[in-house]
């Protein structure tokens, strides 16, 4: 029997290889473990994402609703009026400018003045009509003393009040707008664009005195676009009282009470109402006239325009004398720092006396901010150079020079402090003092 049966085999394993069997078993099990671990870290993080995305499409969903919302606004009227006037007092707003001076000229005492308070009210009826109104208010000395020697002193002050302008605006289309009224007149840009706070110095061009600033009349104008560059054609078109004669006749001068000769022409009295209250016209004839402008932008801030307008009518009671003028207008924008503008300015009177005259002018204007030095200086960088040229001649014998040289103090976009050297040379009858400096705080509202 013990030769029949089979040995038994048996196979021994040491302790120590038992302990290395062990210790591999336990590192399978902790890479197990640290897999399964990464394995819900990965599924924690991927149901976050999956979160996230719902609130993403939810954000979108809403910002898509919100900008939908706001293209269906935008084809909206702005904040449209009411169809009835009287309902329409929250389109009411006052604007304007203010401004005092400080300053002397050669031959003067210096001193301070009020130079202007320039309220300006805009009504809006309804989207289509508009109406705006402006106001000159300024105090000055007073003039009521009569000397015994016949002349007349200054005694107290008094206030004035000037409408420079009253019109209503009818916005027939896109391309026209129906003006009536006291209207500025689009002789030349500065009337419509430059005065005021807008002028960056004190004064206006001497050659804009040969100019009507107002007409009482009607008006069309607008601007038609020209491609899609931004390019356009402006133009106005207009028919107004035209100016008057102070004593009535063609003569080119009249003499005061005083004895003094002054020019007949009065480019800005034929409003309509007579000092006695009668309305009328000075003379039979009204006078026509109009800008044409092309504006042409060729990057942002950099731009020019070119205009030139005119004018035409009679200026005699008899209505046999015309007035004439013609302007020629430019400006141009290089960057947003620099700017150069100016008008030339020619007109025509026909006289009983001494036939036609020409009062005549240009000015010229520059201006650089110094904020295209980018230097870390706010003192500096508020500070905008400005130079002027300019001279006029009345035609009667009358003529003057001028250079001015100053800046521009921008305490904030609406509140300046102008200074200004001005160098003036005139020679003629009742010629302009000489050389002057002013100071002016202005601001608009």
Request: hydrophobic share 40%; aromatic share 8%.
């Amino acid at each position: 029997m013990g030769i029949v049966q089979s040995p038994c085999a048996m196979a021994v394993v040491s302790d120590e290889d038992f302990k290395k069997l062990a210790d591999l078993v336990g590192q399978l099990n902790a890479k197990v473990q640290a897999l399964e671990q990464a394995h819900e870290q990965d599924q924690q993080t991927i149901k976050q994402l999956e979160r996230q995305e719902g609130t993403t499409k939810e954000m979108a969903n809403m910002t898509q609703q919100k900008a939908d919302a706001a293209s269906q606004q935008a084809r909206q009227p702005v904040n449209p009026a009411p169809n009835i006037f009287n309902a329409a007092t929250h389109n009411v707003m006052l604007v304007g400018d203010a401004e005092i001076q400080y300053g002397k000229t050669a031959g003067q005492h210096s001193s301070f003045a009020l130079a202007d308070i320039a309220p300006i009210l805009l009504i809006r009826a309804n989207d289509s009509i508009l109406f705006e109104a402006g106001f000159d208010i300024r105090l000055q000395n007073g003039s009521s003393a009569t000397l015994q020697n016949g002349q007349t002193g200054n005694l107290g002050s008094q206030t004035s009040v000037d409408v420079s302008f009253a019109q209503l605006d009818y916005l027939l289309n896109d391309y026209v707008t129906v003006v009536a009224g006291d209207m500025l007149l689009p002789l030349g840009t500065y009337s419509e664009r430059a005065a005021g706070w807008l002028n960056k110095m004190p004064d206006d061009p001497l050659a804009r005195s040969v100019l009507p600033g107002s007409g009482v009349g009607i008006q069309l104008r607008g601007a038609i676009p020209v491609g899609d560059s931004g390019k356009l054609v402006n133009y106005a078109v207009y028919g107004v009282n035209g100016p008057g004669s102070v004593d009535g006749t063609g003569n080119s001068t009249f003499k005061d009470s005083m004895g003094s000769i002054l020019p007949n022409l009065d480019l800005g009295g034929n409003v309509g109402i007579t000092n006695s209250g009668n309305n009328a016209n000075l003379h039979q004839n009204p006078s026509g006239g109009g800008r044409l402008g092309f504006f042409v932008p060729l990057h942002p801030h950099y731009d020019f325009e070119l205009g030139v307008s005119g004018q035409t009518g009679a200026w005699d009671s008899a209505g046999r004398r015309l007035w004439s003028g013609a302007i020629l207008d430019a400006a141009v924008h290089i960057s947003p720092y620099f700017e150069v503008k100016g008008e030339y300015i020619n007109s025509w009177v026909e006289t009983d006396d001494i036939g036609i005259y020409q009062p005549h002018g240009w000015w010229v204007q520059a201006a650089y901010k110094l904020a295209a030095l980018n230097l870390d200086l706010p003192i500096i960088s508020n500070v905008e150079l400005v130079s002027r040229y300019d001279t006029a001649a009345d035609g009667l014998g009358l003529k003057t020079n001028r250079a001015t040289a100053g800046l521009v103090y921008y305490f904030t976009n609406t509140l300046l402090f102008e200074g200004d050297y001005e160098w003036l040379h005139s020679r003629g009858p009742d010629a302009l003092p000489g050389n002057a400096f002013l100071l002016q705080l202005s601001c608009g509202f």
